[in-house]
């Protein structure tokens, strides 16, 4: 496929979202990208480093690059708004409306990211129209960050994002970290949103970057209204852990540092219009994670086999199988581990396989003496 002639500058490329993008766009376009601590490869070479709060140093890059297309991922997340109000006032406002001022200046398209943490949770779902009273300090940089955007260039386009999710980080990615290492996770009951597929929104960038440009304002947020408890129990169900490792929490009983709306969901059919989009429900786009991760039917085949084998020594633990029946169910488990190993080489049967083995034997040995 032959490129797009087009720079494209990503700030923030070593982020969530910024490096989701750079995977997904340096197969079309030609990309340059920048990094706050962690550098990032695009192609053949690396991204550079760059402190947007460094005026001079913004402006010495953005006229060596001059690139015809900029998109925003810079951000200062919940903890250091709290931690540092005024370093995040100027990553979230400041400098997004001094982009703007030098994309209008040099005619570039730019593309900004803001949040659905700018509503305060009553009136939800909320489409682009909706009035915006964000609750923490966090919101409150995002919304003045969105309004000097398309006050100083009002042909840039401004994507609000919902509960964003992928396989790297976000909010799933925290959760299959804490399932994996055996912990338990405590999920919200009472507050909901409309969590967005990373994968989206970079198709949805894709869309952008091709005449006719649009700009202004766009929700992005999936279908589904869902609290964390339930996306938990999706996630779970769909790579194989325990619905006991999850424990429900409400959010309105956390002493949090800020408040959070309890209804952060959104609307956006006016993104799925003007980009010909259908949003992932949360189930497919938790499908599509696994799918793309080379690991996930390996991972799975473990919790699997962890599972059948607790169930077993539970039963026999508990006097609720007969000798004859103890001695077929632990049969069933070691039949259904030798049939679940993959070929040869893998890193299950490297790593894992021995293990097992050794855990079924055991099993196994114990009620046959």
Known sequence: MKKD??????????GFLGHALVQTLEKEFH??????SNPVKIGNIYSKKLDVMDEDSTNSLLNAINPDVVINCAVAGVDLCRQNPAKATGINAMFPEKLAEWC???????????????FDGINAPYDELSEAHPLSEYGKTKLIGEKSVLYRYPS??????????GSEKGFISWLHKTLNSGKHASLFIDQFRTPLYVGDVCSIVCKALKPPFASGLYNLAGPDRINRMDIGKIFAKTYGFSLDMLKAEEMSKRKHYEPRPLDASMRSEKSQKRFSIQFHNIRNGIKAMAKADPLFKENRCIRS?????????????????????????IDLVKKNA?????KKGTTFDLIYRPRFIRLIEEVYGKHNE
């Open 338 to 342: 030798l049939n679940m190993f993959p």
């Open 31 to 36: 990309i340059e990208g920048t990094h706050y």
């Open 156 to 165: 840039a386009l401004i994507f609000r994002l919902a509960l964003l999710y």
């Open 305 to 329: 086999l962890q599972i059948q084998v607790k169930l077993a020594l539970q039963m026999i633990a508990g006097g609720k199988l007969s000798q004859n029946e103890a001695y077929r169910q």
């Open 104 to 118: 209008s200046i040099s005619n570039a398209q730019m593309i900004h990211f803001s949040t659905d943490l700018v």
């Open 5 to 14: 002639l087009r720079k494209i500058l990503i700030i923030g490329a070593s």
